[in-house]
């Protein structure tokens, strides 16, 4: 019964959302084509794994409608506290904001402008890691020659002696490691605090027209909460999700 549900769900999202179902699509089958590239697979898994991959994320975009539809119908809506830069500057609805919300992730636009952002934070990537593998391979040989030196010499002169059908099938190899050597590279970038210039482009459009609904002119952080029961509630997207999911 769950599947069924589910399958009309996507079904229903697909004829109302034509444009953003099909940029889903697309991301699915290029991450499907990035990922099964190297492994040569088939056309079926592909196309399976391609058709999974937008299945889920289709669900969950009907599911998130579905919850951003009820409150803005509900008839007993609530009111946040819109703060900018940690200051009061306003109050709104908890159905406006929730329209905010479900005109900015349903408007085909923004993610367009996500993929261009991503797809620029990865060439930003590369330029970076171009720049940087050089210097890592250099001190890593400098190293080796300092402190394994004999490890060092045999390095070397295995390189000096490397045949043709040596050097090919060592290519595997090779690319393995600078795969790894990549990701791990971009792992600790990423955990010193550096995006590469990514920017969430949804949050940065809630923002705008939250700011809009208040009429503030300042820009900056924007946060939404509300006193209930004595505590300090925050607005927490993910909450409404999993209620609709049930």
Not at 108 to 114: G, I, W
């Given at each position: 019964?769950?599947?069924?549900?589910?399958r009309d769900e996507?079904?229903r999202?697909h004829?109302?959302?034509?444009?953003?179902?099909?940029?889903?699509w697309?991301?699915?089958g290029?991450?499907?084509?990035?990922f099964?590239?190297?492994?040569s697979?088939?056309?079926l898994p592909a196309?399976?794994?391609?058709?999974?991959?937008?299945?889920m994320v289709?669900g969950?975009?009907?599911?998130?409608?579905?919850?951003?539809?009820?409150?803005?119908?509900?008839?007993?809506?609530?009111t946040?506290?819109?703060?900018?830069?940690?200051?009061d500057?306003g109050e709104?609805?908890?159905?406006?904001?929730?329209?905010?919300?479900?005109?900015v992730?349903?408007d085909?636009?923004?993610?367009v402008?996500q993929?261009v952002?991503?797809?620029?934070?990865?060439?930003?990537?590369?330029?970076?890691l171009?720049?940087t593998l050089?210097?890592?391979?250099?001190w890593?040989a400098?190293?080796?020659?300092f402190?394994a030196?004999?490890?060092?010499?045999?390095?070397?002169?295995a390189?000096?002696?490397?045949?043709?059908d040596?050097?090919?099938a060592a290519?595997?190899t090779?690319?393995?490691?600078?795969?790894?050597v990549?990701?791990?590279y971009?792992?600790?970038?990423?955990?010193g605090?550096?995006?590469?210039?990514?920017?969430?482009?949804?949050?940065?459009a809630?923002?705008a027209d939250?700011?809009?609904?208040?009429?503030?002119?300042?820009?900056?952080?924007?946060?939404?909460h509300?006193?209930l029961?004595?505590?300090?509630?925050q607005?927490r997207?993910?909450d409404?999700?999993?209620?609709?999911k049930?």
């Amino acid at each position: 019964m769950k599947f069924q549900q589910a399958r009309d769900e996507v079904i229903r999202f697909h004829k109302e959302n034509k444009a953003v179902a099909a940029v889903v699509w697309l991301a699915a089958g290029l991450l499907t084509f990035i990922f099964m590239l190297r492994r040569s697979a088939d056309i079926l898994p592909a196309a399976l794994f391609t058709s999974m991959l937008a299945f889920m994320v289709t669900g969950t975009l009907a599911r998130y409608r579905a919850a951003l539809d009820k409150r803005i119908n509900a008839e007993d809506s609530f009111t946040w506290t819109v703060s900018v830069n940690g200051v009061d500057a306003g109050e709104i609805s908890d159905a406006r904001y929730a329209r905010i919300r479900r005109n900015v992730f349903f408007d085909v636009r923004l993610y367009v402008a996500q993929v261009v952002n991503v797809m620029g934070c990865l060439c930003r990537a590369l330029d970076s890691l171009i720049w940087t593998l050089p210097i890592m391979v250099f001190w890593g040989a400098a190293g080796c020659y300092f402190f394994a030196p004999e490890s060092f010499a045999t390095a070397l002169h295995a390189i000096q002696t490397v045949t043709k059908d040596e050097l090919v099938a060592a290519i595997p190899t090779a690319v393995n490691l600078l795969v790894m050597v990549s990701f791990m590279y971009l792992i600790v970038s990423m955990i010193g605090g550096r995006n590469f210039g990514f920017v969430n482009r949804f949050d940065e459009a809630v923002a705008a027209d939250v700011r809009r609904a208040i009429n503030c002119p300042a820009e900056g952080y924007v946060n939404l909460h509300r006193w209930l029961n004595g505590s300090l509630q925050q607005s927490r997207e993910r909450d409404h999700l999993r209620a609709e999911k049930g």
